[in-house]
């Protein structure tokens, strides 16, 4: 009975949270744009670093935060890493820019998100990092560059070898400090075989709190997603509660969640292997509705090959990054480029097909030279300013000498967009 009745308080609580963070939003005008009102006003493109000629470093995963910097305005940090392989990945590094993204400071290495050598084997198994996303916390002022764990053997990703997979961090403060590695623990069973957050978008509820999302399983296939509220103290992240989990029993399951707020819900977008990415709702970040595959107002489905998607958020209308199958990209691996933009129908949990734009496009000939055309399934979305939000992406060619440029597309809004930049 004691425990049937801290559930409820817990729940409770949680509602409680979540209602202060929709109360907040309240003050924002309760009528969204429409598509044919576009909140967007132009899409840029710009290359951050370049190696299309294989003379330098392949950098991927650029994902980037806004920050207070030392003068109090906001800067801009991003987290990277080189890939030499599928899955194979150098130690992260992190770049600044202090101009709204128009120049970065040379890459510099996070000591702890490099290799480690596995404690138990003797065997050359290293423990390595990836999917690295930061997000500033402001309660504390501190960064968290949240991961997760990967094994590689010599110059290999060790396929047949991956130990129990789970989150890593670490904390950035506000003299620009990073800690240790550390460990997002969760000791339950059905994140055996891994639980992650992958490269997935967090919300930083008001009381401080980090509303997440894990992917878990106990074995290989059939992973589920579950909400996760962890609490941070400006240097350990906990988890508090994890809700219940949403399935799709199809190949690997749910992968890659990614969590967004908007209007008076939580918003989550799911990679999933059956063709489809897929969209649910919650009141809490807890308990989520059924999920959906994305479709069109039509109703017509999306196809999406086993591909992250993420949230871009304006205080007028809720959009989606993402790939999908298009009449130039049918011989593209998973259809990986381009990258596109629609706005949601949040009422109907669709995307409007009249508000599609390209954000990044194709270059090549995805029919008959794919293997020339870069891949950019692996992106992240960033508020800027309230002019302003970027696409980040690490182009590579998985068969023509992993080489690619870091981009930044530049979304320019019509409006101001409102919302808090952290």
């Keep these: 009975m004691n425990d049937l009745l801290h559930r409820h308080h ?56 806004m920050m207070p910097g030392p003068r109090g305005t906001p800067v801009a940090l991003m987290t990277l890493q080189e890939i030499g392989g599928s899955d194979y990945f150098g130690q992260v590094h992190w770049s600044m820019s202090e101009d709204l993204g128009k120049t970065w400071s040379e890459p510099e290495p996070i000591p702890a998100l490099g290799r480690e050598q596995v404690s138990d084997r003797g065997d050359g198994l290293e423990a390595a990092v990836c999917d690295v996303t930061p997000q500033c916390h ?3 002022g501190a960064v968290i560059a949240l991961g997760h764990v990967v094994f590689y053997k010599g110059a290999y990703f060790a396929r047949n070898e991956q130990l129990r997979r789970y989150p890593v961090y670490v904390t950035r403060t506000k003299d620009g400090t990073w ?24 919300v930083v509820l008001p009381n401080g709190d980090v509303q997440m999302s894990f992917t878990f399983g106990p074995k290989e296939d059939h992973r589920m997603v579950a909400g996760v509220h962890a609490t941070f103290d400006g240097d350990r992240l906990k988890v508090r509660d994890v809700g219940p989990p949403l399935h799709n029993p199809k190949g690997r399951g749910l992968l890659e969640p990614s969590v967004a707020q908007f209007g008076d819900h939580f918003w989550i977008t799911m990679r999933a292997e059956d063709d489809r990415g897929y969209v649910s709702i919650s009141d809490d970040g807890l308990n989520w509705s059924e999920k959906r595959a994305w479709a069109w107002e039509d109703g017509t489905p999306i196809d999406m090959s086993t591909t992250q ?11 989606l990054v993402y790939t999908r199958k298009d009449a130039s990209n049918l011989n593209v691996t998973r259809w990986r480029s381009p990258l596109w933009i629609a706005q949601v129908d949040i009422d109907r949990q669709c995307l409007m097909k009249s508000s599609e734009q390209v954000v990044l496009p194709l270059v090549g000939d995805g029919i008959a030279e794919p293997d020339k055309v870069a891949i950019m399934g692996n992106f992240h979305v960033t508020h800027a300013n309230e002019d302003e939000s970027w696409v980040t992406v690490g182009e590579w060619m998985p068969r023509n000498g992993y080489k690619g440029d870091v981009l930044l597309a530049r979304i320019r809004w019509s409006k101001p967009n409102r919302l808090s930049l952290w």
Aim: one cysteine or more; a positive charge.
């Design 179 to 202: 800690s240790d590695r550390k460990i997002l623990e969760w000791e339950d069973p059905r994140g055996g075989h891994i639980y992650s957050n992958n490269c997935g978008q967090r």
């Design 10 to 65: 817990k729940v409770a609580v949680n509602r409680l949270i979540s209602s202060a963070f929709v109360l907040s939003m309240l003050a924002l005008p309760s009528v969204f744009v429409k598509a044919d009102e576009s909140l967007i006003a132009s899409i840029s493109k710009e290359t951050l670093w370049r190696n299309r000629d294989g003379k330098n470093q392949t950098w991927f995963h650029p994902r980037a935060c």
């Design 309 to 319: 998607q993420h949230w871009l958020t304006h205080s007028d209308g809720l959009f």
């Design 138 to 140: 402001p309660q504390t």
